[in-house]
């Protein structure tokens, strides 16, 4: 079975790459194929290097330890503002065998804001930026793109969708098509910064250490997506625009550490409201579909519902990268709600899924696959981004938009496929 299994992942690794190819800007100026082996080894390498020697998956348990640090420390504090709903001792006894409730809003979403100052203060002080030069030179080294592309690689896995623009925003007008098309991909295949760790938080309960496959999903991802860009955007044969080793430096700086402080937490206030706000809208709208659908001939004699929907027509991707059948139809909907809706609405879907719905190495494989925010309001967040921050290259970025969320799509998939080639049992 397990052979089988891992015969699927091939079959998804292939059909992605064909997909990607037959969509094509030039399918006639393919990438090479020691380029494409050399990419898919390294996707393959990262996860084994990381997921099978101890050393090394014991130093990513410890960002799990920190981040627990983390949440204890912003639940003092959102204790204090919002008393028991931010998780302070309650007033009132709890009905017998009852568990604590778990209040998103107060107790999960501060940690963003958290998270953003820290983060903010890490780039000021140097260390993030030390640490995104670091893989940007990578990025270089292994896979020979440009600096601009590294250096955007090294962002999205720090920094969020907004952040990353941030830090190229002065060479865009200088970059190529395919530079262009690299970094929005790459910003689309990742999951980065206090998004990481909320939705790291969201599963702890589900995947152990869920910090730890988090960061590991976002680091095979930046060459399934470096891969399916090139395959789909390979450019015009000419020189990259900024192709030298240190084409670029980070553009982003803040004046002091206390401004840091005070961006960082006024930039977290903002993407807390946005995700409340994006949360309710897509439960509203699911439920709106959901009543139209239940007009619908009974299927099997339960209610048609989107997430069902979503099943079906997600269902044979799902078992492309490695999903047993009997697991795909709820690996698919899972990965629905995340291209179509929002990736943080399919986490807390996995996170609720009664046990054994999905068994472990499922379970692994779709935890990898929904790792991105290739989602349509996604598209319109890094369009208008990108555009605003550079305004000659608005029409190039609008072009790009929805091609950059199909290939973020293709990449997180590419990244289940190797976590279950490399995962047995």
């Known amino acids: 079975m397990a052979a089988v299994q891992h015969l699927q992942g091939l079959i998804g690794l292939a059909a992605i790459l064909l997909i990607a190819w037959s969509l094509s800007e030039d399918r006639r100026a393919p990438p090479g194929w020691r380029w494409i082996a050399g990419a898919l080894l390294l996707q393959v390498a990262i996860a084994l290097v990381v997921t099978r020697v101890p050393f090394v998956w014991t130093l990513v348990g410890y960002a799990n330890e920190a981040v627990f640090a983390v949440e204890r420390a912003t639940l003092a504090g959102s204790s204090y503002m919002f008393g028991y709903l931010g998780g302070a001792p309650l007033p009132f006894d709890l009905a017998e065998g009852a568990s604590p409730p778990t209040i998103i809003a107060f107790q999960i979403l501060p940690l963003i804001i958290v998270l953003s100052t820290l983060s903010a203060l890490l780039w000021h002080w140097g260390v993030l930026k030390a640490a995104v030069r670091g893989l940007a030179w990578a990025l270089r080294r292994t896979l020979g793109v440009s600096g601009v592309v590294g250096l955007g690689g090294g962002g999205t896995v720090f920094l969020g969708v907004v952040e990353t623009p941030l830090i190229l925003r002065a060479w865009f007008d200088r970059m190529s098509r395919a530079e262009l098309f690299a970094v929005m991909v790459m910003v689309m295949a990742t999951i980065s910064g206090a998004i990481l760790v909320l939705y790291a938080t969201t599963l702890s309960a ?131 709600t995340k291209a179509i809706l929002n990736e943080y609405v399919a986490y807390l879907d996995l996170a609720a899924l009664p046990p054994g719905t999905l068994e472990p190495r499922s379970l692994l494989i779709a935890t990898y696959a929904l790792s991105g925010v290739a989602n349509l309001a996604s598209v319109g967040l890094i369009v208008t981004t990108m555009g605003s921050l550079c305004p000659a290259r608005r029409k190039d970025v609008a072009a790009l938009g929805m091609k950059s969320w199909l290939a973020g799509n293709l990449a997180t998939l590419m990244t289940g496929a190797v976590i279950g080639l490399v995962t047995w049992g």
């Open 206 to 336: 589900t995947l152990p250490n869920a910090v730890g496959h988090m960061i590991v999903a976002s680091l095979i991802s930046l060459p399934a997506a470096l891969l399916v860009a090139r395959l789909m955007v390979p450019g015009d044969g000419s020189p990259d625009a900024l192709s030298g080793a240190d084409a670029a430096e980070p553009d982003l700086a803040y004046d002091s550490t206390m401004d840091a402080a005070v961006r960082g937490t006024m930039d977290g206030v903002q993407l807390v409201l946005a995700v409340i706000g994006v949360i309710i809208v897509v439960f509203a709208l699911v439920a709106l579909v959901d009543q139209v659908l239940a007009l619908l001939p009974l299927v099997d004699g339960s209610a048609i519902t989107l997430r069902r929907v979503f099943g079906w027509l997600f269902a044979p991707l799902m078992w492309a990268i490695g999903i047993p059948w009997e697991d795909a139809q709820a690996a698919g909907a899972l990965m629905g």
